[in-house]
């Protein structure tokens, strides 16, 4: 599933037919994680309506989770789908970084 | 008396022993208890391994779980370089008594997008100390964060967030650091870290290696400012003390025999005090090394274990040496009661050599100690190493009583009496071997130059080698006499 993903999105990168999966890992409600929140909706409803997909996991309810995607900073988005995996660390307000880490500056 | 009631007033450090050998006993019981300590050196000085250690010790033996939060190496990496030197990481990870966290930060795979805390690192190290309950923690090297996150404001801020949380927590730390340019540490975590503060040192002095560890600060504790050899080896690391505790071995009123009637007879009719340390000196040929067999071989007619540290010649040159001048070690080696260790003094550094003698020593359990000769790793180290060494085993063996026999080879004629590093002062008896001369004949010559506790002739012995044996006779100044006539 994954590879097939992988091949389509190298031969139709700039139709933006592929699909963002994407991780917010949070700690509680910390301005800096409500923040992230609404970043995210924003950027995502702007930039990839239809075609991605938040998660959002709270660490303090759910600590044994940080260790896999190797968290360290909070908040920390992963961009689990298209590949590769990525990290993003921050509160998402600088939405030019945001749209180079999500790889969607040229998928418009 | 100042000193004492000032003292009092002072409650006792709690600390944590962390198991290695020697450490605990130059930080005064181990490393503070509750707090965190910085262990800093440049790469390849062991930090890590110390660090494991403390973790496996502490699991093992003082029953505290520990957590390790590596940011350097690899899980698997990390276990099998820490199981080359005999410890079972998995086996404690799966005894759930250690928890390893590799916490990997790549910078090219981050993005930075506006305010963050390092709350994810914060509820790891909870969760892992959690889930075994930890009283240690390890964080290795926590450095590495300033290479992956790109805002070192923030990071400080979390680092002194993060030791304060440790502090909080009542977790006994080593957080490691890698030697800066000028600073302890790269990115200066000695400005946060203010309890206990330990340097390691790996210097190569004519190509050999040297490790030293120097306790740089241990707020509310004596400590030794010196620096202490350390080595590494199949067992892991070990520090050396200069001396141990104090010159509080016991004295034994007990006596051994050096194997050699005459020289017994010399000796207050009894020989060496058991415990003692005897250096035998000499030029080349005076018969130092049949000394030493002698007494080796005295040990072993006792039923006593004896140690043979050869560093010039094989055990199988020395048996059959030996046997020329009818002393048979073969029977003993074959009780196994008489054990050699030989090895090349260029082998190992002079820190290797003492740690490897200490070890034999106390796997072998021996009553009797002969190092033969000391002068072979002397001409390989500085003076001033090879004294602070001799001083160390010389103390080592006397406090579990073992009598030990020293052979130093002197040169020259006029020097006889002088050992190249003042070591004559460490020892309790010191025999001199001499060259003389009698109708044109090479003789030996014996002089007791010191025995402490003891009356002793003073005069000299001649020492007659033969195929029968080892004896000493008294005629040395009727002779002299004689050979002025002619």
């Known amino acids: 599933m994954k590879k097939g993903l992988a091949k389509k999105r190298r031969t139709t990168k700039s139709t933006g037919s592929s699909f963002w999966e994407l991780r917010l890992y949070i700690a509680g409600q910390t301005p800096n994680s409500v923040a992230a929140i609404a970043n995210l909706k924003k950027i995502c409803e702007d930039q990839l309506r239809g075609k991605y997909r938040i998660e959002v996991i709270d660490l303090l309810k759910k600590p044994q989770l940080a260790k896999g995607d190797q968290i360290v900073a909070i908040p920390t988005l992963v961009r689990k789908l298209p590949p590769p995996v990525k990290s993003i660390v921050g509160n998402l307000s600088k939405t030019e970084r945001v749209l180079v880490g999500l790889d969607i500056q040229r998928a418009r | ?486």
Not at chain 2, 28 to 55: Q, W
Not at chain 2, 218 to 238: K, L, V
Not at chain 2, 419 to 438: A, F, N, Q
Request: overall charge positive; proline content about 3%.
């Open chain 2, 1 to 486: 008396m100042l000193h004492a009631k000032q003292k009092t007033f002072r409650a006792p450090l709690p600390k944590t022993p962390t198991g290695i050998d020697g450490l605990d006993e130059v930080t005064g019981g181990g490393l503070p208890k509750g707090r965190t300590t910085l262990l800093c050196g440049s790469a390849g000085c062991g930090k890590t391994l110390l660090a494991m250690e403390f973790l496996v010790h502490g699991a093992l033996q003082y029953g505290e779980p520990g957590v390790c939060m590596e940011f350097e190496e690899a899980t698997e990496k990390l276990t099998a370089n820490v199981r080359s030197l005999g410890f079972d990481l998995r086996e404690l990870v799966k005894r759930k008594k250690l928890l390893v966290d590799y916490v990997r930060i790549e910078r090219n795979e981050i993005e930075e997008t506006g305010e963050y805390n390092l709350d994810g690192l914060f509820i790891r190290l909870s969760h892992a100390v959690n889930a075994i309950k930890a009283k240690r923690v390890v964080l290795d090297s926590v450095e590495s964060l300033f290479a992956g996150l790109s805002d070192p404001a923030v990071l400080r801020a979390e680092l002194r967030r993060l030791f304060r949380w440790l502090d909080d927590h009542n977790l006994t730390a080593i957080v490691t650091g890698e030697r800066g340019d000028g600073t302890l540490t790269r990115h200066g975590l000695e400005e946060y870290i203010a309890d206990c503060v330990i340097i390691l040192d790996h210097r190569v002095n004519e190509q050999i290696s040297t490790r030293r560890l120097r306790i740089v600060k241990y707020r509310g504790t004596a400590h030794g400012t010196d620096e202490y050899p350390y080595t590494i080896d199949g067992d892991g690391i070990s520090v050396l003390p200069i001396t141990s505790l104090a010159l509080a071995h016991k004295a034994s009123a007990a006596r051994v025999s050096t194997g050699v009637t005459g020289l017994d007879e010399m000796l207050g009719g009894k020989g060496f005090f058991r415990g003692s340390s005897v250096l035998v000196s000499g030029t080349a040929g005076t018969g130092k090394s049949t000394l030493a067999a002698k007494f080796a071989d005295a040990a072993c007619a006792r039923g006593e274990n004896c140690l043979y540290f050869a560093f010039e010649e094989s055990p199988n040159q020395i048996v059959r040496n030996m046997r020329s001048v009818g002393i048979d070690l073969e029977p003993w080696i074959q009780r196994r009661l008489l054990h050699f260790h030989a090895v090349r003094p260029s082998s190992t550094g002079l820190e290797g050599h003492l740690a490897g003698m200490q070890k034999l020593v106390k796997l072998l359990r021996p009553k009797a100690v002969v190092v033969d000769p000391i002068t072979s790793i002397i001409s390989f180290s500085g003076i001033y190493g090879v004294k602070s060494m001799l001083t160390r085993l010389v103390d080592f063996l006397k406090v579990q009583q073992i009598t030990s026999t020293f052979t130093n080879l002197t040169f020259g004629t006029n020097r006889e009496e002088r050992t190249e590093v003042g070591v004559s002062s460490l020892m309790d008896t010191w025999i001199v071997m001499e060259d003389g001369e009698r109708n044109g004949q090479r003789i030996r010559g014996l002089r007791i130059v010191k025995s402490r506790g003891m009356p002793h002739p003073r005069e000299l012995r001649e020492l007659v080698v033969s195929n029968k044996g080892v004896e000493l006779l008294k005629i040395i100044t009727a002779n002299r006499r004689a050979r002025t006539e002619t």
